[in-house]
């Protein structure tokens, strides 16, 4: 993220011995003719309009004013001695800079009625343009609306039923898989199959970048797509800004600056490739504890692939019939038919575990 300037505005301070709203450049309140104290902060103004003025843009870019340490004075950053004592500055206070004020304010703000004749005013003003009276900055507040908070609470209340249903549901399923019994019973039947991917030579269709293809693919379309984000610009790079905003430069101008960034574009793209790929599954099955795996004939260019073995083993519990799977040969060759064995079952009916019945 770089940081884009889009220019310098004057900002505003207001008076807190008299409420009088001040330029940011006006170093004496207008109104009472008091300094204006170090510890004051410098506000947006209604209206942010950028400088073209040369001379006001050497004042803004001079850096943060400096309050003399004899005298309180506010002075220019780019000034050594006091404007009203002539005092030295070398040990003077800066003030503090870089503090986002909000957002730029392109258009004017509401009117702002005289708090003392009630004569409708421009925001920028001031001043009351009929009895020149000090005018407060502009600024509505809104209230909220009853309907959206009750609405608001009402949504709030059906998340948290949600979240307690799921939760209950959860937990009553943890629960139930939790809850086991114990049984005794024979071995009633088993069985098993197994099988062997066979992989050939076929095209198959990828997406990837275009520089990250390999050599030997066939493009079959691609289409610009976003990449990246970087700081600076390069080639096919597209410049994204932020909304502007205004930083307080401590010298009674603000900054308006942008956060910017640079949208990276290149080819995605859709490829076709040869490549070895599942072409047929070959399998064998049977009803005994002597499984075998099937023959294969493989073609030019094709080979072995995953081999899987999946046995299953019947038994009868109160006149149901309960099935048990594993993957382990061994384990299987065990499971002689009317052997008798310990079952551990779940609440959902499922053996979760066995042994030999002693």
């Known amino acids: 993220m770089t940081k884009k300037s889009l220019g310098y505005v004057e900002l505003e301070w207001t008076c807190p011995y008299c409420n009088t709203r001040n330029p940011g450049r006006v170093k004496v309140c207008s109104n009472c003719g008091a300094a204006q ?25 001079v850096g943060p004013d400096i309050h003399c340490p004899f005298c309180g004075t506010r002075n220019p950053g780019n000034a050594t ?53 000090p005018l407060s900055k502009a600024g509505a507040t809104v209230k909220a609306q009853p309907a959206a908070k009750k609405r608001s609470s009402t949504f709030m209340i059906i998340g948290i039923l949600l979240v307690l249903l799921v939760c209950g549901g959860f937990g009553y399923m943890m629960m139930k898989g939790a809850q086991t019994k114990s049984t005794v019973a024979a071995v009633q039947d088993v ?32 289409s610009e797509r976003e990449r990246s984000r970087s700081s600076f610009p390069s080639a096919n790079s ?10 307080d430069q401590g010298s009674g101008f603000g900054e308006t600056v942008q956060d910017c960034e640079y949208i990276i574009y290149d080819d995605y793209c859709e490829y076709t490739v040869i490549e070895l790929q599942p072409v047929r599954v070959v399998e064998e099955t049977g009803s005994d504890l002597n499984p075998f795996w099937p023959q294969t004939r493989l ?28 993957e382990n040969f061994d384990e299987y060759q065990r499971f002689q038919l009317g052997s008798k064995w310990n079952l551990e079952i779940n609440g959902f009916g499922k053996i979760v575990r066995v042994e030999p019945a002693p």
């Open 37 to 61: 104290p170090k510890d004051t902060q410098f506000n947006q103004a209604a209206e942010d309009k950028i400088i073209t003025d040369q001379e006001e843009l050497k004042q803004a870019q």
């Open 81 to 133: 001695t006091c404007s009203n004592c002539g005092g030295d500055l070398t040990e003077g206070e800066k003030r503090e800079t870089g503090k986002v004020l909000g957002a730029q304010q392109t258009a004017p703000s509401a009117d702002v009625l005289c708090e003392y004749c009630g004569t409708p005013n421009p925001a920028t003003n001031f001043k009351c343009s009929n009895c020149g009276s």
């Open 191 to 222: 069985s098993w199959k197994r099988s062997i991917v066979v992989l050939g030579l076929a095209p198959a269709t990828h997406e990837a970048w275009r520089d990250e293809m390999p050599f030997d693919a066939s493009v079959n379309s691609c």
């Open 238 to 247: 597209e410049e994204v800004c932020g909304t502007p905003y205004v930083v």
């Open 299 to 326: 073609d030019q260019g094709q080979e072995l692939g995953e081999q899987t073995e999946t046995y299953r083993i019947t038994f009868i519990v109160n006149g149901e019939s309960k099935v048990y799977e594993t």
